[in-house]
């Protein structure tokens, strides 16, 4: 009987433990994408971005001699009705950590079906980075030490071709299920600025070895050079393994690269919020350290500060150029990131959770467990975190990393005479309906940040001696 490959976020060829299995398994795959429950949870972006690597994937399937056979419905019931039409009784898969794909892979083996997880996602088994006395890492630094010194092992060769079955499947077609649907005006921008496909992955991976690696400790910093490798939105969707790249930088550090040694770093964080989120499901909801739970964030959805936050116009000039660049390319500098959340959950007292959602939403690199570790990192609600009292400072992350100002003109069209492509973008981007143009004045801001700074610590000395 054949298998079926349920394929999630593990979309390529290289490096693929699944399918090299598969190739050599002596039957016939049918590989399986499916519009789930959990495509249903996407935010608008990351749906869209996940059919664009669909879309790049199903050919170079193709090439292997085999399908993607599209289905939809929920993961238990679309998977034992394939079974049932193609005389299958197993289904193996790529073994994620997050919740709700490991609640889908119980709910297939409680339809009757024989699941199979295979490693690929990670670097490591969550169970094999523990402490001495076996049990999970709370803070990061000992993590990334065991981490380094685990072998995970050489990269898989891509399978040659992959056993067809005499009868394929009915298959839905990829473009009906209009995963781009959502993303409403802003999506043809978005989806201008993403790189899918295994093979601009690698592309990206060589370009950045070659180019960036040597200069990344300072550049990654450096708000205008953006020095990062861009490779999260590809390591989300499984378009190349983090085996892989590990493995070069790893090559790369060996020749000396100055590097490499920080870029593993950032990579052993992927790792750690992963496995943090494997060992601890309610990492997207509850605060790691429960001591948090009863704190009072702004809860409420419709708030003006909230509103200017969401709509890029606090009238902060760096945040708000972070928050634009996510409206337009879907992807949003590392410390942009930490500096519009700590602007949310500590400078206006909103809720983490709030903004987690927001860039579910909107992030096209989004991934449970980075995206949840991050916020919780910059709340300070978890055991390794920033601590309450570090409040990041608009002017002094401005004066650090945006000296020049370049990263601010690239995003904010007001008050610039000739505002570049990139600025103007973004009121292309968000809904007409705001009624928004470059010409309006530049708005004043929601909150001194000085004043949110007193107000955060002031909440947080209540809280401590409550
Ligand atoms: P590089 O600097 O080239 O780093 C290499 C890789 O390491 C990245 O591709 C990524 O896979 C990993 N990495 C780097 N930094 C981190 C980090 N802090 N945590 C976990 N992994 C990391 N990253 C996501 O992939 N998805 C998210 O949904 C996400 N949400 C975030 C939310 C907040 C509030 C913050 C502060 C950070 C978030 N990050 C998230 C982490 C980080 O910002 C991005 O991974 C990074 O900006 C991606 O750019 P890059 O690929 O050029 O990274």
Redesign the pocket.
């Known amino acids: 009987p054949p298998i079926l490959l349920w394929l999630r976020r593990d979309l390529r060829l290289s490096d693929h433990p699944l399918l090299h299995a598969a190739a050599r398994a002596g039957r016939p795959v049918i590989p399986v994408a499916l519009n789930d429950e959990a495509v249903a949870a996407m935010g608008a972006a990351p749906r869209m971005r996940w059919g664009m690597a669909l879309a790049a994937f199903a050919p170079a399937l193709a090439e292997l001699g085999s399908r993607l056979i599209c289905r939809s419905g929920p993961a238990d019931r679309a998977l034992a009705a394939l079974a049932r039409e193609t005389g299958a009784s197993e289904v193996w898969l790529t073994a994620l950590p997050d919740p709700l794909a490991r609640a889908q892979e119980q709910a297939v083996q409680a339809a009757g079906l024989t699941v199979r997880a295979f490693p690929g996602f990670l670097l490591a088994p969550p169970e094999a980075i523990a402490t001495g006395q076996g049990r999970p890492f709370r803070v990061f630094t000992p993590f990334w030490r065991a981490l380094a010194a685990h072998d995970p092992g050489d990269p898989l060769p891509a399978p040659g071709r992959l056993p067809a079955p005499d009868h394929w499947p009915s298959s839905e077609r990829l473009e009906d299920w209009r995963l781009e649907q959502a993303m409403q005006r802003g999506g043809p921008l978005v989806a201008a600025h993403q790189n899918p496909g295994e093979a601009r992955a690698r592309a990206r991976l060589e370009a950045?070895l070659d180019h960036s690696l040597d200069g990344?400790a300072a550049a990654?910093d450096d708000l205008a050079a953006d020095g990062?490798?861009?490779?999260?939105?590809n390591?989300?969707y499984g378009e190349i393994s983090p085996r892989m790249?590990w493995h070069a930088a790893r090559a790369a550090q060996e020749r000396g690269s100055p590097g490499a040694e920080t870029?593993l770093r950032?990579?052993a964080?992927?790792e750690?919020?992963q496995h943090a989120l494997w060992h601890n499901p309610t990492l997207p909801d509850s605060p790691l350290d429960p001591a948090w739970a009863g704190f009072p964030w702004d809860r409420a959805e419709d708030s003006p500060a909230l509103l200017a936050w969401r709509q890029a116009r606090t009238g902060m000039p760096l945040v708000d150029a972070g928050l634009r660049e996510l409206w337009v390319t879907g992807?949003?500098?590392?410390r942009m990131?930490?500096l519009t959340?700590s602007v949310l959950c500590k400078t206006l007292l909103i809720d983490w959770r709030i903004?987690?959602r927001w860039?579910?939403d909107q992030?096209t690199?989004?991934?449970a467990a980075?995206?949840a570790?991050?916020?919780q990192?910059?709340a300070g609600t978890g055991p390794d975190a920033a601590p309450f009292f570090r409040v990041f400072s608009p002017d002094a992350q401005a004066a650090r990393h945006d000296a020049t100002g370049a990263y601010r003109r690239r995003w904010l069209a007001e008050g610039q005479r000739h505002p570049p492509a990139t600025a103007l973008a973004f009121f292309d981007a968000v809904p007409s309906s705001w009624g928004l143009s470059p010409g309006d004045p530049y708005p004043p801001p929601v909150i001194d940040p000085s004043e949110g700074r007193r107000r955060a610590l002031a909440a947080f000395e209540r809280f401590r001696k409550r």
């Open positions: 950045f990344y990654r990062g490798s861009k490779l999260s939105e390591l989300a790249v870029f950032e990579l964080w992927r750690f919020s992807r949003m500098h590392n990131r930490m959340a903004g987690l860039f579910a992030l690199d989004w991934d980075a995206n570790l991050n916020w990192w910059v």
